[in-house]
């Protein structure tokens, strides 16, 4: 089973709205990261969230971490079209050697 | 800086057939992990590596042997191609930690037939 699971599995917004996705994760971790992929591409970073932070801005981007919950939240304000890619998050088991990744989720932004 | 490099992009097998997808990276990280990506799944773990000599086994190993005796390069092997093993394979490296950002290549989309 995997450790991320995100939620939901795809939106669709126009541009200009806001996106919220979540990550939702079973065991104890020390570090959640945030990823974006474009249609045909590798993923990229977007943002690192350590087990001991609550939440962490990067330009457009707003990460919430609620450990006693075990889930994360993604908001991506003032969406454009360039903003259309799958989502993912990533989790460590509370190890430093094993990074495991949710199903993603798929965002449509509609100009 | 090139970054993350995989080759082949693209490849068509048969079953049985064995090959070994590259992959190089040229930002001296010490970790290398290998991952699949299907529709629906996510990626999931292959194989990693903690550095020069050392791999250990993900969420989905069986099919595959990786090896790692440089820093730089981490080549996948496919012994005994399955249509099972259709997926698209992805290489990524990081300095050492779960708290480093992984550095992607583009993928190589691998169809067995």
């Known amino acids: 089973s995997q450790q991320g699971e995100e939620d939901p599995q795809a939106l669709s917004i126009q541009e200009g709205e806001n996106a919220t996705m979540n990550c939702s994760y079973k065991?104890?971790?020390?570090?959640l990261q945030w990823y974006r992929q474009n249609s045909g591409r590798g993923l990229v970073h977007l943002i690192l969230?350590?087990?001991?932070?609550r939440e962490k801005h990067s330009g457009r981007l707003r990460v919430t971490l609620d450990t006693s919950k075990k889930s994360s939240s993604l908001l991506i304000t003032a969406s454009r079209a360039a903003d259309t890619a799958s989502y993912f998050c990533?989790?460590?088991?509370?190890?430093?050697?094993?990074?495991?990744f949710g199903p993603g989720t798929s965002l449509s932004v509609i100009p | 800086n090139a970054g993350v490099t995989q080759t082949p992009k693209f490849q068509v097998l048969k079953t049985g057939q064995s090959m070994t997808l590259q992959c190089a990276q040229d930002?001296?990280?010490?970790?290398m992990s290998w991952y699949r990506q299907d529709p629906g799944m996510g990626l999931r773990l292959i194989h990693y590596?903690?550095?020069?000599?050392?791999?250990d086994q993900g969420e989905v190993p069986n099919g595959y042997n990786v090896s790692r005796s440089t820093t730089e390069d981490f080549p996948l092997r496919l012994l005994s191609a399955a249509p099972s093993q259709t997926s698209v394979y992805f290489c990524?490296?990081?300095?050492?930690?779960?708290?480093?950002?992984?550095?992607f290549g583009d993928g190589t989309r691998l169809s067995i037939l």
């Open positions: 590596s903690v550095g020069a000599g050392i791999t």
């Open positions: 930002m001296n990280h010490e970790y």
């Open positions: 990524a490296s990081s300095s050492y930690g779960t708290n480093q950002p992984q550095h």
């Open positions: 969230i350590r087990s001991n932070e």
């Open positions: 065991t104890s971790i020390n570090n």
């Open positions: 990533a989790t460590d088991k509370a190890s430093y050697d094993k990074v495991i």
